[in-house]
């Protein structure tokens, strides 16, 4: 399995960008794909996640109704669309999957067993 994130950037605040993550390698359609982001100095943090089979979301209250998550069956594309970028957000922001856990999702980053390189985002002015 293959996690390949693009799209990351300097942008100002207030500001909006969008990561896509390629998946290759396997068939997802059972897997449940996430975004975590690490700031310099912290832990790696949960963003959202999205269940590839029903499209179901779930989203940190940091980031909620700010960003947007979806997938692309078709292309094994997810996407996170950030808007309003705050600079605390900040971070590498990593492409995961989690190919055991069924109908929940999962926060912590040891229940996801796939991981992309990561693309940095930086928010400033």
């Known amino acids: 399995v293959q996690l390949v994130e693009s799209g990351g950037g300097l942008v100002q605040p207030g500001g909006s960008l969008s990561l896509s993550c390629a998946a290759s390698?396997?068939?997802?359609?059972?897997?449940?794909m996430g975004w975590f982001r690490q700031a310099p100095g912290k832990e790696r943090e949960f963003v959202t996640a999205?269940?590839?089979?029903?499209?179901?979301?779930y989203y940190a209250d940091s980031v909620k109704g700010r960003f947007t998550i979806s997938r692309d069956n078709a292309k094994n594309t997810v996407w996170l669309l950030m808007n309003s970028l705050k600079p605390d957000d900040t971070a590498v922001y990593y492409c995961a999957a989690d190919s055991r856990t069924r109908f929940k999702f999962r926060i912590t980053a040891s229940a996801y067993d796939y991981w992309g390189q990561g693309t940095q985002v930086t928010v400033s002015s």
């Open positions: 999205i269940m590839w089979s029903s499209g179901s979301t």
């Open positions: 390698g396997r068939a997802f359609s059972s897997y449940i």
